[in-house]
């Protein structure tokens, strides 16, 4: 599986940005799909996961009620509404996917990841 992340970018504080990351070299719809995010001196975290169907979604505190997460199955994508955003949220995304539909919320799990993208949050 490969996967690519589209959308970052430069963006000012309050301000939205979506994110998105296409599957390619086998369908992920039975896959559980997750955004992970990494921010200067800090490991990398999860901040929101989606089951295989998308009707469970895990959020991390630090995003809960700003971010949302869904997946399009058909299109072999996943995305990331980011709102409100702040300059805390500044960091390198990384999409990932696993095998376990339904594990969406155990990062140690993820087995195969995009290549990141910059989001910048300016204050």
């Known amino acids: 599986v490969q996967l690519q992340a589209f959308g970052g970018g430069l963006v000012q504080a309050g301000g939205s940005l979506i994110l998105s990351c296409a599957a390619s070299g086998r369908t992920v719809s039975s896959y559980a799909m997750g955004w992970f995010r990494q921010a200067p001196g800090k490991e990398r975290e999860l901040i929101a996961g989606i089951n295989w169907s998308g009707s469970s979604t895990y959020y991390a505190d630090s995003v809960k009620g700003r971010f949302t997460i869904s997946r399009d199955n058909a299109k072999n994508t996943v995305y990331l509404q980011m709102n409100s955003l702040k300059s805390d949220d500044t960091a390198v995304y990384y999409c990932?996917?696993?095998?376990?539909?339904?594990?969406?919320?155990?990062?140690?799990?993820?087995?195969?990841w995009g290549q990141g993208t910059l989001v910048t949050v300016s204050s």
């Open positions: 990932a996917v696993t095998r376990y539909g339904h594990r969406e919320l155990r990062p140690d799990l993820y087995e195969y």
